[in-house]
């Protein structure tokens, strides 16, 4: 049986898509898009392991060469929380 995801408070996370896509491009993502003008992008609102509140994963995939960049983002702060794309979700 697969679970549902769990239900995010709305007063948890403040910080909003596009700011977490922009906190990509600032953190190395507008130079892997502009090598990469293909780059399929995903961006997702969620809970991992180990971390008390809610994050962007913002991940961008080069579907040439499978070569990914991972930033995870604290959904109401905006810091940078990972870079590690083998983080444990």
Same mark, same amino acid.
């Given at each position: 049986?697969?679970?549902?995801?769990?239900?995010?408070d709305?007063d948890?996370w403040?910080? &909003?898509s596009?700011a977490a896509l922009?906190?990509?491009? &600032?953190?190395?993502?507008?130079?892997?898009?502009r +090598?990469n003008?293909?780059l399929?992008l995903?961006?997702?609102? +969620?809970?991992?392991k180990?971390y008390?509140?809610p994050?962007?994963?913002?991940?961008?995939? &080069?579907k040439r060469t499978?070569d990914?960049?991972?930033?995870v983002?604290d959904a109401?702060?905006?810091?940078?929380?990972?870079?590690d794309?083998s983080l444990e979700l």
């Amino acid at each position: 049986i697969t679970l549902p995801p769990p239900i995010l408070d709305t007063d948890s996370w403040l910080i &909003d898509s596009p700011a977490a896509l922009a906190i990509w491009l &600032d953190y190395g993502g507008a130079e892997l898009l502009r +090598r990469n003008p293909g780059l399929e992008l995903l961006v997702q609102l +969620r809970t991992i392991k180990n971390y008390p509140g809610p994050v962007w994963m913002v991940i961008g995939l &080069d579907k040439r060469t499978q070569d990914i960049f991972v930033v995870v983002i604290d959904a109401a702060e905006g810091t940078v929380v990972s870079t590690d794309s083998s983080l444990e979700l």
